[in-house]
Structure formats: structure tokens, C-alpha cells
């Protein structure tokens, strides 16, 4: 009797780490498959991103990008994705952006570039366009008639960030450039 019951006890232990093994990998599976959800979107001037996506669906905002100072430099690898980490610098640029970097987690560090290892420590570069004040005249009116409602973390946050993953040409580093949306965790 009482092997038998070992014996059920072990079987009933074992289907129960099979499920939630099994749970477990599905929520990394569902945690994977929003990381790298891509959605694409046009029709805005200016803008590097050409394919089309219903914009109010989307959590990227695509007017963003009439107010990004020099776009072209841009090289857009994802239209809108979602990735969190820990901010470890932030400061102001004479552009009006806010410029953040993002360490980011174990399982997105394949975003990261060679320049992004050597340059900035091992972080993403994230960006918050037009929300501080501009001392550039090179920048023009990109920012004029915008307010950036991104609310900007502090060193030490841990944070999901959603905008454009793209390749900084003139620096060689992957960003997230535009900014849509910043939340604290």
C-alpha cells in the first residue's frame, strides 16, 4: 500500500512539473513573440518607414517622426518594438532630445551593435525627441508645435521602452529613436 502510494504521489509530482514546465515556456514563448512583434507604418512626411499598419492599433506613434531632427541618418530595423531594462545615463542634448541609455535585458542583448558594446558600455541608446529646450539652430522647426509627453525615467529605473529600432548611421549604434512610450516598472 504504501509503494503504491509513493508510486502515485511521485506520477502526481511529476505531471505537476511537466505543466508548469510547460506553463512556464509558454509565457518566455508569448514574453519572446511581443519582444519581437515588428509593425510597420507610412504616410507620414518625413518619415524613413514605409509599410502600412492600422496607426491606432499600433503602440508606436508614427507622427513622431515629423519631429525627429535629421531622420535620414536613421536606418529604421524595426518599426516598433517594446524593450526593457535599466536606465544607467541620461542627459539632455542641444537637438531638444532627451538622450537615455538602456541596459537591456539577458534576452534582448542581441539588439545590441558592436559600437553599442565599445561605445556605450553595453547599453541601447534611447531617445526622447523634443523635450528639452533646443540650443542647435541647426535643428530648425523639427520641434515646433510638438509637446513630448514621454515621461522621463531616472538613472536606476527599470523600464519598457516603444518606439523605432534603428541604426544610428553616423555613430554606428542601434537605438530606439523615437520614443513613444517610457513606462516604469
Not at 500500500?1 to 506520477?11: D, E, F
Not at 512539473?17 to 507604418?41: D, G, H, I, P, R
Not at 508606436?60 to 526593457?84: A, F
Amino acid at each position: 500500500m504504501l509503494s503504491t502510494n509513493k508510486t502515485a504521489l511521485t506520477s502526481l509530482l511529476s505531471l505537476l512539473f511537466l505543466s508548469l514546465s510547460f506553463s512556464c515556456q509558454e509565457s518566455l514563448y508569448k514574453a519572446n513573440e511581443k519582444v519581437n512583434n515588428t509593425v510597420s507604418f507610412s504616410g507620414v512626411e518625413g518619415s524613413p518607414l514605409n509599410n502600412s499598419i492600422d496607426t491606432a492599433s499600433s503602440p508606436c506613434d508614427p507622427n513622431i517622426w515629423k519631429h525627429v531632427y535629421n531622420p535620414s541618418r536613421l536606418k529604421v530595423m524595426d518599426n516598433c518594438i517594446t524593450v526593457s531594462g535599466v536606465i544607467t545615463e541620461s542627459h539632455a542634448e542641444g537637438d531638444g532630445d532627451q538622450h537615455l541609455l538602456l541596459k537591456p535585458d539577458a534576452a534582448q542583448q542581441n539588439l545590441l551593435k558592436k559600437k553599442n558594446i565599445q561605445k556605450k558600455n553595453g547599453c541601447l541608446v534611447i531617445e526622447a525627441v523634443c523635450i528639452n529646450s533646443i540650443s542647435e539652430a541647426k535643428v530648425g522647426g523639427a520641434c515646433k508645435g510638438y509637446v513630448n509627453n514621454v515621461h522621463i525615467p531616472k538613472i536606476g529605473d527599470y523600464v519598457k521602452v516603444t518606439g523605432s529600432y534603428v541604426l544610428d548611421s553616423h555613430n554606428g549604434w542601434a537605438e530606439i529613436h523615437p520614443i513613444s512610450k517610457i513606462v516604469v516598472q
